[in-house]
């Protein structure tokens, strides 16, 4: 039985998409493993430097896949007891972190995260069946 209702940030270029800022990047097999994290009551924040119009491509990225993002940017439940920026989550998927798996696709001169490997490393710490 997979943890529920995991509080999960998420960054959005070459995390969710394929590295092309400010442009929006192509699909790296993210969308079925977001969706499976939804689906069992996981809450996504998208976790962004993004602002202004160029995240509001990034939050149409996700409305077009038909995955609902708790929040973007904050964790609205933190305000009680912190007034920290950084956001409260259980967990976070990041390319740039440390850990991340990572793959180099055809023509891209920055690693993109790998979501199979990430998919693997879901289920073996306990966010996915
Ligand atoms: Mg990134």
């Given at each position: 039985m997979?943890?529920?209702?995991?509080?999960?940030?998420?960054d959005?270029?070459?995390?969710?998409?394929?590295?092309?800022y400010p442009?929006?990047?192509?699909?790296?097999?993210?969308?079925?493993?977001l969706?499976?994290?939804?689906?069992q009551g996981?809450?996504?924040?998208?976790?962004?430097?993004?602002?202004?119009?160029?995240?509001?491509?990034?939050?149409?990225?996700?409305?077009?896949h038909?995955?609902?993002?708790?929040?973007i940017?904050?964790?609205?439940?933190?305000?009680?007891?912190?007034?920290?920026?950084?956001?409260?989550?259980?967990?976070?998927?990041?390319?740039?972190?440390?850990?991340?798996?990572?793959?180099?696709?055809?023509?891209?001169r920055?690693?993109?995260?790998?979501?199979?490997?990430i998919?693997?490393?879901?289920?073996?710490?306990?966010?996915?069946?």
């Amino acid at each position: 039985m997979a943890i529920r209702e995991a509080v999960i940030a998420i960054d959005f270029d070459g995390t969710v998409v394929t590295h092309a800022y400010p442009e929006v990047g192509d699909d790296i097999g993210a969308v079925p493993v977001l969706k499976e994290l939804v689906a069992q009551g996981d809450k996504l924040i998208l976790w962004t430097m993004r602002s202004g119009r160029l995240l509001e491509d990034a939050v149409a990225w996700f409305r077009k896949h038909d995955i609902p993002l708790w929040a973007i940017n904050e964790n609205p439940t933190q305000g009680g007891w912190t007034t920290s920026p950084k956001v409260h989550a259980n967990l976070i998927i990041d390319d740039s972190a440390l850990g991340c798996p990572t793959c180099f696709l055809d023509g891209e001169r920055r690693p993109a995260a790998n979501w199979q490997r990430i998919r693997e490393m879901l289920v073996r710490m306990g966010y996915l069946d």
